[in-house]
């Protein structure tokens, strides 16, 4: 039992905003996402007090810049959606431009994982250039996790939670639906 549960309303409202505070100063204080495992460890946290202490910060910062974000590497503080235009036109120089190709590629890694670079290659119907996949291996976005059981022996490619958390995802589910492309090349 935690000293919390022995505790008037009041003592748990103040105890829970405490811990909702400590919660906001290390993430802050943290170059990388925190995790479940982590903050109820270092705040010695039940389950049910670390997301009471969460739903807290949640609302203290409705009202500010900064929101809670889940990611698949954890909890991290980003500036609200709402700024990003300003963001964007103060430093240009932060927006990075992806290429068509490396979309192309690194959907088709997303959607149809595992797969090979000739899968790859099959789907978009052009050679894949060892320049794209360089670039996602560096950004850590995919990587190589076993091989194919077929003639060579190709590596099998698959996206990282570093890939997760570049497009603000938890989990690959959450990914938005596949387009009908046969739906949209017959309409056109």
Same mark, same amino acid.
């Given at each position: 039992?935690?000293?919390?549960?022995?505790?008037?309303?009041?003592?748990?409202?103040?105890?829970?905003?405490?811990?909702?505070?400590?919660?906001?100063?290390?993430?802050?204080?943290?170059?990388?996402?925190?995790?479940?495992?982590?903050?109820?460890?270092?705040?010695?946290?039940?389950?049910?007090?670390?997301?009471?202490?969460?739903?807290?910060?949640?609302?203290?910062?409705?009202?500010?810049?900064?929101?809670?974000?889940?990611?698949?590497?954890?909890?991290?503080?980003?500036?609200?959606?709402?700024?990003?235009?300003?963001?964007?036109?103060?430093?240009?120089?932060?927006?990075?431009?992806?290429?068509? #190709? *490396? &979309?192309? /590629?690194?959907?088709?890694?997303?959607?149809?994982?595992?797969? %090979?670079?000739? +899968?790859?290659?099959?789907?978009?119907?052009?050679?894949?250039?060892?320049?794209?996949?360089?670039?996602?291996?560096?950004?850590?976005?995919?990587?190589?996790?076993?091989?194919?059981?077929?003639?060579?022996?190709? #590596? *099998? &490619?698959? /996206?990282?939670?570093?890939?997760?958390?570049?497009?603000?995802? %938890?989990?690959? +589910?959450?990914?938005?639906?596949?387009?009908?492309?046969?739906?949209?090349?017959?309409?056109?």
């Amino acid at each position: 039992m935690t000293d919390n549960q022995h505790q008037s309303p009041t003592q748990t409202d103040d105890y829970l905003e405490t811990m909702s505070k400590h919660i906001e100063v290390l993430l802050h204080a943290s170059e990388t996402p925190l995790t479940d495992t982590v903050l109820k460890k270092q705040l010695s946290l039940t389950v049910e007090e670390l997301t009471q202490a969460l739903e807290r910060l949640q609302l203290r910062l409705a009202s500010g810049v900064l929101s809670l974000h889940k990611t698949a590497s954890g909890y991290r503080l980003q500036i609200s959606d709402d700024y990003s235009a300003l963001i964007q036109r103060v430093f240009p120089q932060r927006q990075e431009r992806l290429s068509q #190709a *490396l &979309l192309e /590629t690194l959907s088709v890694i997303a959607y149809k994982q595992p797969v %090979t670079r000739s +899968d790859i290659e099959h789907v978009r119907g052009v050679t894949l250039s060892s320049n794209i996949l360089r670039q996602l291996f560096d950004k850590g976005w995919i990587v190589e996790e076993g091989y194919k059981d077929t003639l060579g022996r190709p #590596a *099998l &490619l698959h /996206t990282t939670p570093q890939f997760l958390d570049a497009f603000g995802l %938890t989990h690959l +589910d959450e990914l938005p639906p596949m387009p009908d492309i046969e739906a949209i090349q017959a309409m056109s």
